[in-house]
Structure formats: structure tokens, C-alpha cells
């Protein structure tokens, strides 16, 4: 977020646009979701922050699904346009897809009151910058995706040395419940065990908080519910 927010504010610079918005695709490729902005009209924002916007569809999805730059000039008076921008007296929106190897993984998009025109070094220079800002958000996507799946194994770890470091069953299910806590949302944590040789089995209820209260019930093995 912060890493958009400071290209936002520098490619509106640049351009000498009014304002700004930077949608990111959702990891099924379907929507695009506001991940910063600037100085939007508030109405815009709204509409943006309460309905995703799906690619293929307005100026910034075709921008998206086609993986191409988009200067619209008279903007209010196209049909893909957001309401809310026509009704703010939008004249050039551009739109700058976030490409990484051929897909796009979001959209700048630019907008102002005034009717802009760019040169062809211009244009170039949104694609390129387009494609560094498309590269730096995958890198950090992958960078979160490598810290969960390490602080899952982590947790992973945690929970074995749990289960086999305690004798005492209420211990483990409160320290089992604490890790998987951390993993899930849950309001109690539910564990069955079958001692063997017996015809029954124990349920262990872990609440997996600071001060946990462990609850035990027995039942019969072909006890029904």
C-alpha cells in the first residue's frame, strides 16, 4: 500500500493529473479492488471502495484485460466510464496496467478535469513505469506469501512440540488450541481421544486463550449424539 501510494503521488506529478487510484486484481484475476488514492472526488471513492471492479469491464478493467495503456479524453461523455467520475466533471482518465509477464496485476489510473494530451515518449514512459510498478507488487506479493508459509511452519512446529512434550492431555489441548489460534478464528477448540483399550472417548474443549479453562466429557464409543 505504501509502495503504491508513493508511485500514485509521483506519476500524478508527472503527468500533472488532478488525482489518482491504484486497483489491484484479486489473486483470481476477476476483480480490482482500491489499494490507494489521491485526492479522488469523494463520491468516486465510495463507489470504488464499495464495488470491486471487474476486469474486462469500465476504462481501468479494459485496461487490465487487454494489458494496454488507455488515454480517454472526453471521458464524461463515454458509457465505460464510473458515474460518479462523469458527475465530477472527468474529461482524461488514463490508465496504466501493472504488467508482469503478459498479465496484469493492476491498474494506475489518472484522472482530470482538464483535457490532457501526451506525446509518444510520454506514453512510453507510463507503459515502462507500468511494468517496474507491476514487477516491485509480484516481488512483494511473493515476500508475503513466503513469510505465512514460514510462520505456518512455524506454528506446525510449535503444535507437535506441544502434543508431544506434555503427559498431562488438558496442558496439551490449551497449548495445542493457542497455536491453532493463531492459524484460525475459532471460539473453542474440540479434541476427541480414544484411550486405548477402552470402549470410550474423551472430548477435550481448549479455548486457546491467556487464561484458558479446559473442559472434559466422556462418552461411549457407539453413544449417538
Do not use: W
Not at 479494459?62 to 458527475?87: H, K, N, T, W, Y
Not at 510462520?151 to 512446529?157: G, L, P, S, T
Not at 493463531?182 to 470410550?200: A, C, K, M, Q, W
Amino acid at each position: 500500500s505504501e509502495l503504491l501510494e508513493v508511485a500514485l503521488k509521483r506519476m500524478l506529478a508527472l503527468s500533472g493529473m488532478e488525482a489518482g487510484a491504484a486497483l489491484l486484481v484479486d489473486e483470481d484475476g476477476q476483480l480490482m479492488r482500491l489499494a490507494a488514492q489521491h485526492n479522488l472526488p469523494a463520491a468516486a471513492r465510495s463507489q470504488i471502495e464499495a464495488q470491486p471492479m471487474p476486469v474486462g469491464r469500465g476504462i481501468p478493467g479494459i485496461a487490465a484485460e487487454r494489458c494496454q495503456l488507455m488515454i480517454v479524453q472526453d471521458s464524461g461523455q463515454d458509457d465505460r466510464e464510473l458515474p460518479a467520475f462523469r458527475e465530477a466533471g472527468i474529461r482524461t482518465h488514463v490508465c496504466i496496467p501493472l504488467v508482469v509477464r503478459g498479465r496484469s496485476v493492476g491498474v494506475l489510473g489518472l484522472v482530470a478535469r482538464e483535457r490532457c494530451t501526451f506525446d509518444a515518449s510520454e506514453k512510453a514512459l507510463f507503459t515502462a513505469l507500468g511494468e517496474q510498478l507491476g514487477i516491485a507488487i509480484e516481488r512483494a506479493r511473493l515476500f508475503s506469501r513466503q513469510a505465512d508459509l514460514t510462520e505456518r511452519a512455524q506454528i506446525i512446529n510449535e503444535l507437535m512440540r506441544v502434543a508431544v512434550s506434555s503427559m498431562n492431555t488438558p496442558e496439551a489441548i490449551d497449548g495445542i488450541a493457542s497455536q491453532v489460534r493463531r492459524l484460525l478464528e475459532f471460539d473453542r477448540l474440540n479434541i476427541s481421544v480414544h484411550p486405548p483399550g477402552t470402549d470410550y472417548v474423551e472430548t477435550y474443549a481448549g479455548s486457546g486463550e491467556e487464561a484458558p479453562q479446559t473442559e472434559r466429557s466422556r462418552t461411549g464409543l457407539f453413544d449417538t449424539p
